[in-house]
């Protein structure tokens, strides 16, 4: 009897353990979910278009958090999803925000009069694309920038499709704020 008292106790044992990692792995897999939708989430860059300050994947880490709280601001780095609906999440750089007026002269963009000053550019020519996403209407310049919406474009000006191609994109697009590039450890660095 003292065998079979025994046997059930180790057989509970090991029910009890195997619940235990049951339910630890159910509890990591809902807190990781919780920190994917919320949180932030690693992202991989798909293109070029904000070379030198982000390389062609990349992986970055986006805050999901700020953008609750706050609207972006100008300079700050934005994940989106892709307004040709291709399923992508682009990258780009807030340049102007609602009723800020844009415009390109000599190569340099324009905000409400004053050029602005972007190093992150390498000196790269700043002009309007010739070419439009279909079902917009070309832009023309100056331009003010729509309420609730953003002015953005990638830091690799001569190689961007950016809002010069599909126009402002509203707010609540923004996915998320690009915090850090995490891999390649070579080109670990904050944003």
């Known amino acids: 009897m003292s065998e079979e008292i025994d046997q059930d106790a180790r057989n ?8 235990d ?3 630890t792995i159910a509890a990591a897999i809902a807190l990781a979910l919780f920190i994917r939708v919320f949180v932030g989430e690693a992202y991989v860059v798909p293109t070029g278009s904000m070379l030198n300050t982000i390389q062609l994947d990349d992986r970055v880490w986006g805050d999901k958090l700020s953008y609750k709280f706050r609207t972006p601001t100008q300079g700050e780095v934005v994940l989106f999803d892709n307004p040709a609906g291709d399923g992508y999440t682009l990258v780009k750089r807030v340049i102007a925000t609602e009723g800020q ?3 390109f002269v000599d190569g340099r963009v324009v905000i409400d009069g ?3 000053d972007e ?5 790269r020519e700043s002009a309007p694309l010739g070419e439009h996403m279909a079902g917009i209407d070309p832009i023309s310049y100056p331009y003010t920038v729509p309420q609730g919406s953003l002015w953005v474009m990638g830091d690799n000006r001569t190689n961007s499709r950016d809002s010069r191609y599909f126009g402002a994109i509203p707010v609540s697009d923004v996915t998320a704020k690009a915090v850090f590039t995490f891999w390649p450890l070579s080109d670990l660095r904050w944003l």
């Open 12 to 19: 509970q044992n090991t029910g009890r353990r195997v619940l």
């Open 21 to 23: 990692w049951l339910l």
């Open 101 to 103: 007026t844009i415009d």
């Open 114 to 116: 004053e050029v602005l």
């Open 119 to 123: 190093p992150y550019t390498e000196g």
